[in-house]
């Protein structure tokens, strides 16, 4: 695993750059670090088979899920220009590092 930082956090609002599912706007759900890949909602929804569990109380069936897409291919949507853009990091006065907006220079949390 790589030691550089992360750009894209968890609920962060991404488009989606390539793939069957290019154009499409949502949250990041969970952001997959080892495999640097993020599962983003409601995008590379596939259709899984399950079984029931009656442990688990269960019912079998098929189920929509989100899989997992590489984080090279997608990109955060800045909050406030609601544009795609590159995101960079600054050192704030009360020496706390922030991620910024290249496009607007705005602050993201």
């Given at each position: 695993?790589?030691?550089?930082?992360?750009?894209i956090?968890?609920?962060?609002?991404?488009?989606?750059?390539?793939?069957?599912?290019?154009?499409?706007?949502?949250?990041?759900?969970?952001?997959?670090?080892?495999?640097?890949?993020?599962?983003?909602?409601?995008?590379?929804?596939?259709?899984?088979?399950?079984?029931?569990?009656?442990?688990?109380?269960?019912?079998?069936?098929?189920?929509?899920?989100?899989?997992?897409?590489?984080?090279?291919?997608?990109?955060?949507?800045c909050?406030?220009?609601?544009?795609?853009?590159?995101?960079?990091?600054k050192i704030?006065?009360?020496?706390?590092k922030?991620?910024?907006?290249?496009?607007?220079?705005?602050?993201?949390?």
């Open positions: 695993m790589s030691t550089h930082a992360w750009k956090h968890k609920d962060d609002k991404v488009i989606v750059l390539a793939g069957k599912d290019k154009g499409k706007i949502g949250k990041v759900i969970k952001v997959l670090r080892s495999k640097n890949q993020v599962i983003v909602e409601k995008t590379n929804m596939v259709k899984k088979h399950t079984k029931p569990n009656p442990y688990a109380n269960q019912p079998g069936g098929i189920v929509e899920k989100e899989m997992p897409l590489d984080i090279s291919n997608v990109q955060f949507v909050s406030a220009c609601s544009k795609p853009t590159r995101l960079g990091f704030t006065d009360d020496n706390k922030v991620r910024y907006c290249k496009k607007c220079n705005e602050t993201i949390s």
